[in-house]
């Protein structure tokens, strides 16, 4: 084979070169050469559900591929059946009425209309409010498109809900998306309803979007239930919600999510994903609809194996010292990191430690710090791996 020329004329847009590969793309080429070499790895890095979707729904998509009119281009931005049939998941769930013609869009899953909200919304020298730890796709697509991020620390001692207050007036001004994501990532944090009605007053009186990234709303444990943002009165005048099949319905790989609230919003999304993409092959849309629409009670057994494996890697890793409070909802644990892991200068270096933790156990997890800053000195450990694993892990780390 030819060698790959590279000439030196090729170089990458300003706007990206500054840019690393996605963390958990770097992760896998690592896990690989390690596997290559014989070491038996267990990854509780990456928040990827490992169980299937219930039979039904596959059945569903089976079924709907042997049909000979749905191999052509299905409708930008969702068929109107799973549009409905989103409507009707958030008029069960929360109570919400949606127009599914105007409030309601499918996305390739969540990841792409978080990063192109950034695309319709800011402008060069905007400000993007976004959580620290926080999921990394909010400050890229916010850089990407120019903006200047203003993190906001969300810390266990309060929490790990943002101090609106605390946001300078001039930096609130120029503000134009206030991200939230609750249940949270990486924290495993929830928010109080009275946190929701605070956010869109603040947004209310800054003229502010929400974005609140919302994939984990249905996997709670111990009774939680996860409220929406648009269940607070008015909410859809600022907010836009963002829902994921992704984990709710072990659908991952499926990409396929939505965006529902703001009208306005919806519509600059959709305007501009109809440049950019086409619709998913429509049995996806299907048994997507099927998902959102049919039986729901395997929600509750699949969450009772997270939180078998949950209870399981709290108490191992607090026999190992780490300081964790069992989450009350998503699939993460965060932990803090030992005492004794402590540097002279008082720092923890997190990704040292699961380097570490990777070369001695085969256990792989996620440093904090690449959720952000306030991140250090935490793991993030995903409960998306069967629980003979989480087991077999608990007992290599302890
Ligand atoms: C907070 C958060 N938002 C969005 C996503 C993206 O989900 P998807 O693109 O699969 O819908 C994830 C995935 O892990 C997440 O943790």
Redo the contacts with the bound molecule.
Sequence with gaps: MNPVSSPSFIQPAERIASFKPYFFASLTQKLNALKAQGMDIIRLDM?SPDLPPAKFIIEALAKAAYRPDVHGYAPMGGTLDYKKACAEYYLRRFGIELDPQKEVLALQ????G?FNLCQVLLNPGDVSLVPDPG?P?YSAGSIIAGAEVVYLPVLEENGYLPDLNSIPEDVARRAKILWL?YPN?PTGATAPFSFFEEAVAFARKYEIVIAN?A??VDVCFDNYDAPSILQVPGAKDVAVE?N?L??TYNM?GW?L?MAVGNARVINFLHTYKSQMDSAHFEPIFIAGATALTGDQTWIEERNLVYKTRRDILVSGLRQAGFRVTPPPAAIYIWAHLPEWTRKPDGTFDSIEFCSQLLEETGVSTTPGIIYGQAGEGYLRISLGTPTDRVQEATRRVV
Excluded: H, T
């Excluded at 899953?109 to 792409?112: I, Q, T």
């Design positions: 928040g899953g969540s990841k792409e978080l999921y796709v994501n990532n990234d994939p984990y963002f994921s992704s984990k991952a990409r999510g």
